[in-house]
C-alpha cells in the first residue's frame, strides 16, 4: 500500500516561506519521479514542481525562482521550500507520484499567505 504522508503546512505573511515534507512508504521511492501539485480555491489541481529519480527538476513558471523542489532518496522524502510567498499562492497542497499504473495522493497541506 503506497501511503505519502504531508506536513508543514500553514499560515505566512506575505513573502515569507514554508517548507512542505512528503514522506512516501510503500513504494521504490528512488526510481519514481515525485511531484507537489497546489489547487487554489475554486480552481483546478495544477503541477507546481517535480523532481525526477535522479534530481532533476521542473517549475510551473508562476513558482520558478521562489520554490523548490527537493528529494532525500534515504528518508524517502520529497520536499518543497517556499520563499516569497505571495496570496496567490494560497492553496492546498498534494504531494503524488504515479507508481505501477496508478495515481497517488498525499492528504493535502493548506498553505495560506496573508497580505
Known amino acids: 500500500q503506497v501511503y505519502l504522508r504531508e506536513s508543514g503546512g500553514g499560515l505566512v505573511q506575505a513573502g515569507g516561506s514554508l517548507r512542505l515534507s512528503c514522506a512516501a512508504s510503500?513504494?521504490?521511492?528512488?526510481?519514481?519521479?515525485m511531484d507537489w501539485y497546489g489547487q487554489a480555491p475554486g480552481k483546478q489541481r495544477e503541477l507546481v514542481a517535480r523532481?525526477?529519480?535522479?534530481?532533476?527538476?521542473n517549475y510551473a513558471d508562476s513558482v520558478k525562482g521562489r520554490f523548490t523542489i527537493s528529494r532525500d532518496n534515504a528518508r524517502n522524502t520529497v520536499y518543497l521550500q517556499m520563499n516569497s510567498l505571495a496570496p496567490e499562492d494560497t492553496a492546498v497542497y498534494y504531494c503524488?507520484?504515479?507508481?505501477?499504473?496508478?495515481?497517488?495522493w498525499g492528504q493535502g497541506s493548506q498553505v495560506t499567505v496573508s497580505s
Open positions: 503524488h507520484v504515479f507508481y505501477r499504473g496508478r495515481d497517488f
Open positions: 523532481i525526477t529519480n535522479v534530481g532533476s527538476t
Open positions: 510503500g513504494v521504490n521511492f528512488k526510481i519514481v519521479p
